[in-house]
C-alpha cells in the first residue's frame, strides 16, 4: 500500500463542542496528554486567572476565560493521527463552530453530568446535525453530584432528537461515584480519587461476583445489576452505521478532570470513528484517497500573533497529499498558487510542515487573496467544493473612528475583520467608508471587534447600537430601494459589493414590506 494511502487511513478530525465549563478544554488536554502533544494537563489550570489552556491564545479570551475563536490541534495516539478542532463554546460565536464543523468529520459532544443538555449544547448540536456527522457524548464531572443517568439520556433523546447507546454506565456519583461498567467487556472500571493523575484501575468484576459488594457496595452493586438489566433490555441497539450516519450517539460517562474514563473514551471513539469521508464537489464526490491534492477553505485569521502581522487562511485537505512548494490552482481566484508557508499549529506553537494529507488542516500564509469557502486543488483536476453558508447577522451597530486621522487603519481594520467572516459590514444607502453599519451574530462580537480593532489596528471607535433584528437582501437588481414603501422601522442599506438591502427592527415589519411592494423579492442569505 502506498504511504499516502496509509497515512490517510490513520487520520482522525473531529471537532469538540460543549456549553462553556462543561470541560471540553479538560478533556482537550486529557487527550493532548496521553497522545504525549503537552506533558502536563489539568493542574496548569486550577484558577481561572491561572487559566492558560492551551488551546486559548487570544488575549480577549484569557480575559474572559472563554474561547473566542477555534483553534486546531495534532497529535499522535497509538498508529492514530488527530486532528482535534476545538470550537468556541460560546453562543455568539456559534457561525464559527458551524465553519469548523464543516472542517470535521466527527464531533464529540461533552455535557456536564449535573446540569445536562444546556442551551448552548443545543445551539451546536443542532449545527452538528445539518452535516449528519456521527456525535459521540462524554458525560463529565462525574466525580460531582451528577443527575439520574437514565434522566440525561432521556434527555439527549428528546431534547436533541439523535438516539443515544451507553457505552459504559456509571456506578453513583460525587463522593459516592464508584467507577463505571463496561458494557461490551461486561467488568467494572473503579474509580478512585487520584489527583489527576493518568492510572485508573480496571478490575476484572462482573455483575453478581462476591468481591463486587465489596468494591461498590451492596446498594450500588444492586442499582448497577437493576440498570444494565433494563438498559439490555429497553435500551437501543449498538449500530454503528446509525453511529456514522450521526443518528445514534455513543455515551461515555467520566470525568476529565480526575482523569477518569478519558482514555477508554478516546480509545473507543477511534474505533468508532472514520478515516477521512468524500466531500460533495461539482463533480461528484471526492474521495479522500484520491492522488490528486484538494482542500477547502474554512477559517481565516488576522494577526494570530501580534509578532507576526499575518493573516492565515485555515483549510481542510479533502484528498491526496500536499507537499511543501507544490503548486495548486486556486479555483475562486482562477489562479495557480503557491501556498506559502504551510504550516501546523498547536495553541501559539506553529510547526512549518513539509507534507500534509486529506484529513488534515494546515495554516497557509494569506496574502488576502482567500475567502471562506474557496477550494483549492490541483492544477490538473479542477473543480469546487460546494461554499460554507453565512449566517444572517441578528445585531447591529453604527460604528466609527474616533480619531478621524486614522481612516486609513479604520478602513483596513474592519474590512479584515469582516473578511475573516467574524463581522459583516454595510453602508447606509450611497454612503461612504466614514461610518459602518456592522452586523454580528452575538453581541460579544462586537466586543471583539472593539478590542482588535484598538490592539491590532490602533483604533479607538464609537458604537452606537441600532435597533434591528433581521436583513433581507433585495434580489431585484434593477429596483431602486428609495422607491420602495418601508415601515418607519426599516432601514435600506448595502454591502461593499453594492447589493442591496434592508434591516428590520421585528418580523412584522417584514411581513408588511412585502404586502406593500408588489414583487419585492428578499432573500434570507446573501450572495458571496
Ligand atoms: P470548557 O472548556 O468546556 O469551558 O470547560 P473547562 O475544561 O475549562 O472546565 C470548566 C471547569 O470545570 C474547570 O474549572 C474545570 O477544572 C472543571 N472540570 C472539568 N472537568 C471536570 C471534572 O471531570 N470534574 C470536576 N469536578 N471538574 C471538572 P476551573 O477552571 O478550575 O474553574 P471553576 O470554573 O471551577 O471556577
Redesign the pocket.
Known amino acids: 500500500m502506498s504511504d499516502y494511502v496509509n497515512e490517510i487511513r490513520k487520520r482522525r478530525t473531529f471537532a469538540i463542542i460543549?456549553?462553556?465549563?462543561?470541560?471540553?478544554?479538560?478533556?482537550t488536554e486529557k487527550f493532548l496528554l496521553y497522545g504525549g502533544a503537552i506533558a502536563l494537563a489539568?493542574s496548569v489550570?486550577?484558577?481561572?486567572t491561572a487559566?492558560h489552556?492551551v488551546s486559548d491564545w487570544m488575549e480577549i479570551e484569557k480575559q474572559r476565560g472563554?474561547?473566542v475563536t477555534s483553534s486546531v490541534m495534532q497529535f499522535h495516539y497509538n498508529n492514530y493521527c488527530i486532528n482535534i478542532l476545538d470550537t468556541p463554546?460560546h453562543q455568539d460565536f456559534s457561525e464559527d463552530t458551524y465553519r469548523t464543523l464543516m472542517a470535521a468529520d466527527s464531533a464529540v459532544m461533552?455535557i456536564d453530568a449535573s446540569k445536562g443538555v444546556e442551551r448552548q449544547t443545543r445551539k451546536l448540536f443542532k449545527v452538528c446535525t445539518l452535516r449528519d456527522i456521527p456525535i459521540f457524548t462524554f458525560i463529565?464531572?462525574?466525580?460531582?453530584e451528577a443527575r439520574d443517568p437514565f434522566d440525561l439520556l432521556e434527555e439527549i433523546e428528546q431534547e436533541l432528537g439523535i438516539r443515544t447507546y451507553p457505552i459504559n454506565w456509571p456506578i453513583g456519583s460525587g463522593k459516592e461515584f464508584k467507577g463505571v461498567y463496561d458494557r461490551e467487556k461486561k467488568h467494572i472500571i473503579a474509580f478512585r480519587a487520584n489527583n489527576g493523575q493518568r492510572e485508573v484501575e480496571a478490575t476484572e468484576a462482573e455483575i453478581g461476583d462476591q468481591g463486587l459488594d465489596a468494591l461498590i457496595g451492596s446498594d450500588h452493586h444492586r442499582t448497577l445489576a437493576d440498570d444494565i438489566e433494563l438498559l439490555d433490555g429497553a435500551g437501543y441497539e449498538f449500530d454503528l452505521e446509525m453511529v456514522r450516519h450521526g443518528k445514534l450517539s455513543p455515551v461515555f460517562f467520566?470525568?476529565?478532570?480526575?482523569n477518569?474514563g478519558v482514555e477508554p473514551f478516546l480509545e473507543e471513539f477511534l474505533n468508532m470513528t472514520t478515516p477521512p469521508l468524500p466531500r460533495k464537489s461539482d463533480a461528484g464526490k471526492i474521495d479522500p484517497f484520491d492522488p490528486d491534492f484538494s482542500a477547502f477553505v474554512f477559517k481565516i485569521q488576522a494577526n494570530m500573533n501580534k509578532a507576526h502581522r499575518d493573516r492565515i487562511a485555515f483549510m481542510r485537505i479533502c484528498s491526496g497529499k500536499f507537499e511543501k512548494g507544490m503548486e495548486v490552482y486556486h479555483v475562486q481566484g482562477g489562479k495557480k498558487i503557491k501556498l506559502m508557508q504551510p504550516q501546523q499549529l498547536m495553541a501559539q506553537e506553529r510547526e512549518v510542515i513539509d507534507e500534509a494529507f486529506a484529513g488534515d488542516i494546515i495554516g497557509v500564509f494569506d496574502p488576502g487573496i482567500f475567502s471562506i469557502g474557496d477550494t483549492i486543488c490541483s492544477v490538473s483536476n479542477k473543480f469546487s467544493f460546494g461554499g460554507i453558508p453565512t449566517f444572517a447577522p441578528e445585531h447591529f451597530s453604527r460604528v466609527q473612528q474616533v480619531d478621524t486621522m486614522k481612516r486609513k487603519q479604520f478602513v483596513k481594520g474592519i474590512s479584515q475583520i469582516a473578511q475573516e467572516g467574524a463581522i459583516q459590514i454595510f453602508q447606509d444607502l450611497g454612503g461612504g467608508m466614514e461610518e459602518i453599519i456592522v452586523g454580528v451574530v452575538g453581541t460579544l462580537q462586537f466586543d471583539v471587534l472593539e478590542y482588535r480593532l484598538r490592539n491590532e489596528y490602533n483604533v479607538e471607535i464609537r458604537m452606537e447600537g441600532l435597533p434591528y433584528q433581521h436583513i433581507r437582501w433585495i434580489e431585484n437588481e434593477e429596483l431602486d430601494p428609495k422607491t420602495l414603501n418601508l415601515t418607519s422601522d426599516t432601514k435600506r442599506i448595502q454591502d461593499l459589493k453594492g447589493n442591496k438591502l434592508l434591516i428590520f427592527a421585528n418580523e412584522w415589519s417584514i411581513r408588511w414590506d412585502q404586502e406593500h411592494n408588489e414583487g419585492l423579492v428578499l432573500a434570507e442569505f446573501g450572495k458571496s
Open positions: 460543549s456549553h462553556p465549563d462543561a470541560g471540553k478544554t479538560t478533556l489539568g489550570k486550577g484558577k481561572k487559566k489552556a472563554i474561547s463554546g461533552v463529565n464531572k462525574m466525580d460531582r467520566g470525568s476529565a478532570l480526575t477518569f
